[in-house]
């Protein structure tokens, strides 16, 4: 739950007993629990008017998609967790079928001598 072990619940459990005191404690839960349902229903009423307002082109829209982490998961490496899936290996890369690269000879220019101007460099 949130990424807590057992040992910082159970020291979140102790702090709120010092705060609240065992009297207050549960309608201090009870309080928190109704505040969570509430954001929680505010939230999925949110995203159903987003859903509607979009129309149905955007059916399967899911706002996590918006975080950066889920879009490159899903755009990027959904391809390679698919192909080692279903070949129990990674996929292979083509080899490349270019010449390797050879730089063009460039004439140097002289003590004093001003380059070329290049008008469509600009």
């Given amino acids: ?26 309608q201090a839960a009870s309080q928190a ?3 969570l349902r509430n954001l929680r ?5 949110a995203r159903d ?4 307002g979009l129309g149905p ?3 399967n829209f899911d706002p996590a998609d918006l975080n950066p982490k889920n879009f490159v998961r899903k755009h990027l ?11 129990n290996r990674p996929r292979e890369l083509e080899p490349a079928t270019t010449a390797p690269y050879t730089p063009e000879p460039v004439d140097e220019l002289g003590f004093g001598e001003i380059p070329p101007y290049d ?4």
């Fill in 1 to 26: 739950m949130f990424g807590l072990g057992w040992m910082e619940i159970g020291a979140l459990i102790v702090i709120a007993l010092l705060v609240f005191g065992p009297d207050k404690l549960p």
């Fill in 119 to 122: 008008a469509e460099a600009t």
């Fill in 41 to 45: 229903r505010m939230a999925n009423n």
């Fill in 33 to 35: 629990g109704k505040t």
């Fill in 77 to 87: 490496l959904d391809d390679l967790e698919d192909d080692w899936n279903n070949n």
């Fill in 49 to 52: 008017d987003l859903r509607s």
């Fill in 57 to 59: 082109e955007f059916a």
